[in-house]
């Protein structure tokens, strides 16, 4: 039982605030993550952000739709 709460705990501290959903480019890929840009950097290779600061992923994906045809579609960091 104590294990348990403490993992939701853990669980709890490590999710993204309010706001936190990024529209990046990572590896010439549109993709929309709550990690910060350094975060994916590290994990995925070339990343850079083209928008910032949405509170649902469906609000992010939305705007990558809009602006870059879609999660998936290609861009450039340049």
Same mark, same amino acid.
């Given at each position: 039982? *104590?294990?348990?709460?403490? @993992?939701? +705990?853990?669980?709890? !501290? %490590? ?19 709550? *990690?910060?840009?350094?975060? @994916?950097? +590290?994990?995925?290779? !070339? %990343? ?31």
């Amino acid at each position: 039982m *104590r294990a348990g709460l403490a @993992l939701a +705990a853990l669980l709890l !501290t %490590a999710m993204p605030a309010a706001a936190a959903w990024t529209v990046f480019c990572v590896n010439g890929r549109v993709t929309v993550d709550a *990690r910060s840009e350094a975060v @994916l950097r +590290a994990d995925r290779g !070339t %990343a850079c952000a083209l928008s910032r600061g949405f509170s649902s992923l469906p609000e992010a994906q939305a705007q990558a739709q809009s602006r870059t045809g879609g999660v998936g579609g290609f861009c450039s960091c340049r």
